[in-house]
């Protein structure tokens, strides 16, 4: 490098950790993050297909129940914890060459508070956290689980919220709620888990996807595994109602042989997001193996919104890709507030290295899909037993030794995206979060920060942004140092993008247990579920609606999936 080179890219990290402040202490980005990787795939043609719409279904919802402090739901039906440990068995192996060296430097962010301490800002402060409603959801028909997994939006005064076994709505800002059953709604086909919602305000409509395997799963809940029926392809159900209605659903089934794949696989963790004239769907594609799983391809889909809001067929582009994920681990995912341009994301790329980040951008006006790779800070992949977030005095065991998860958003002109790391030394003694900012206009990585805490670990970070790229986020907390100790909990926090300050947080729900096991040995004790959900609330900006879930006991070992004692919260917060 000449004497000029050197002082041009000199001054180019000057400008770049300016730059970094200006967005809130992200790390700064030298030229080399914004590199393509030779390895990077070139473009892809989608593939095209349609659904045809079902017969309109009509609901039989649950009397109105109060929101009130503790409602819980009962076992209902046979405990498939069996199954279970099946569906979330251990990790798989990952290759290349991961990274063991990662950059915690100070310049990636302050560590959190401790739960235990007061995280200010205190009242008069114009950054502080204000909960504008909190409402725990009373589950009035299906089942509660271990691994809640809630998914909501808002329109209104009218809320749809789902988990892995039940599904609720409010028409009174969440006064009251009704019950849908997802065992029964869309007929006794073997419903599963794994669902998602998301109001669309362009076509407004409400839309609702479940996940469906007959070929491991009884026809019905109340049944035994025994009553299931292998010649029944596994599919999804993706289905959508007017807001406010709840009861009219148009239905669309999609099975794996509907993207060319064999009928003896399976679609798996499920995500929605609305663009300008698309529904966007992620999904992985896996086949059972005995008591195992294999990750075969991850789909990434658009819909027509125009074409679903009208009950009509729905002709549908997909993706198939197979250069991220490996064993049982990969994932897809589109950020939140996209318009005419989807980007899917993911962390993974080459089994999971720690220093490279893949995107996929598709414009709604094209059918070709183009690949982009950007180095990141380097951070440590998760490997298979490697995440610890149990305490040090034994009594929290440990709960995130599951895959990794990744979020998304999008706002202010940044693509932001969210994904858990692994432990590292003193400075990051617990797995914690990453959150990388893309710049829309060219795609280049600008910043970087980690939300990490000295004494608990802070993961799976759910990320939604207004439309100037302020942050809202509920992650799940847990851990502790010495004789403290914090079962599997929620924080919601404000990221500013403008404010050269810490995060403004809430720890508002604390949890008094684990999860349940899923199979055999220590990397399974107490897993967590995979998800929890955030959206921006449309049209006020600084505000979000976060649903989230803690257990209200203890129960570890082999306790039943279906039916622990839950509380799921559904809470909108800002300034």
Not at 177 to 200: K, M, N, R, S, V
Not at 527 to 554: E, K, M, P, Y
């Amino acid at each position: 490098m000449s004497k000029a080179e050197s002082s041009g890219s000199a001054l180019a990290n000057e400008i770049g950790l300016v730059f970094a402040f200006l967005f809130g202490c992200l790390s700064p980005v030298t030229n080399a993050f914004a590199t393509e990787i030779s390895a990077t795939p070139g473009p892809q043609v989608a593939q095209s297909g349609v659904l045809q719409q079902q017969s309109i279904v009509i609901a039989q919802p649950t009397a109105p129940t109060p929101a009130t402090e503790g409602d819980k739901a009962s076992s209902r039906g046979h405990d498939q914890n069996g199954v279970w440990k099946r569906w979330k068995n251990k990790l798989g192996p990952a290759s290349g060459n991961k990274v063991t060296n990662p950059d915690v430097s100070a310049i990636l962010g302050p560590p959190l508070p401790n739960p235990g301490d007061d995280p200010g800002p205190h009242k008069g402060d114009s950054r502080q956290l204000t909960i504008f409603r909190d409402t725990t959801i009373p589950v009035t028909t299906g089942q509660t689980g271990a691994t809640s997994e809630p998914s909501t939006d808002q329109s209104g005064k009218n809320i749809f919220s789902t988990a892995n076994y039940h599904a609720e709505f409010s028409k009174d800002n969440g006064a009251t709620w009704q019950g849908l059953d997802p065992f029964t709604i869309f007929g006794e086909q073997g419903f599963c888990c794994d669902q998602a919602t998301i109001y669309d305000p362009s076509s407004n409509r409400q839309h609702w996807v479940l996940q469906y395997l007959p070929s491991i799963l009884p026809l019905n809940a109340s049944k035994s595994l025994d009553a299931k029926d292998p010649s029944i392809e596994d599919h999804l159900v993706l289905a959508n109602s007017p807001p406010g209605d709840f009861i009219n659903w148009c239905p669309y089934i999609l099975r794996p042989s509907d993207l060319g794949r064999p009928s003896d696989e399976s679609l798996d963790f499920n995500d929605l997001v609305v663009g300008t004239h698309y529904l966007y769907l992620t999904t992985r594609i896996i086949q059972f193996q005995g008591e195992d799983y294999g990750l075969k391809a991850l789909a990434l889909l658009r819909f027509p919104l125009l074409e679903l809001a009208a009950c009509k067929p729905a002709h549908f582009d997909f993706v198939l890709r197979t250069d991220v994920g490996e064993g049982q681990n990969g994932e897809l995912r589109v950020p939140q507030g996209i318009s005419d341009i989807a980007y899917a994301g993911a962390n993974d790329p080459h089994g999971g290295q720690g220093s490279i980040f893949r995107l996929l951008v598709w414009p709604e006006s094209s059918k070709v899909i183009k690949t982009i790779d950007r180095a990141v800070p380097p951070f440590i992949y998760y490997e298979s037993g490697g995440p610890q977030c149990a305490s040090e005095d034994g009594v929290v065991a440990n709960w995130c030794s599951d895959s990794p998860r990744l979020f998304a958003a999008k706002g202010g002109g940044s693509l932001w995206f969210s994904w858990d790391a692994q432990q590292y030394g003193n400075k990051r003694p617990f797995p914690y979060t990453r959150i990388t900012q893309i710049r829309e206009s060219d795609l280049a990585v600008v910043g970087s920060r980690d939300l990490y805490g000295l004494t608990v670990a802070h993961v799976q970070a759910a990320i939604a942004a207004d439309r100037y790229g302020n942050i809202g986020l509920v992650d799940f907390f847990g851990g502790g140092k010495h004789n403290k100790h914090y079962f599997p909990s929620a924080m919601i926090a404000i990221l500013e993008r403008n404010r050269v300050a810490p995060p403004a947080v809430n720890f508002f729900l604390s949890g008094k247990g684990i999860g349940c096991n899923d199979g055999p040995g220590p990397d399974f004790t107490g897993a967590w579920g995979d998800f929890h959900t955030i959206r921006f609330w449309q049209g006020r900006d600084g505000t979000w609606l976060a649903t989230t879930f803690v257990r209200n006991d203890n129960n570890v070992g082999d306790c039943p999936q279906r039916g622990a004692s839950v509380t799921i919260k559904n809470v909108v917060f800002g300034r």
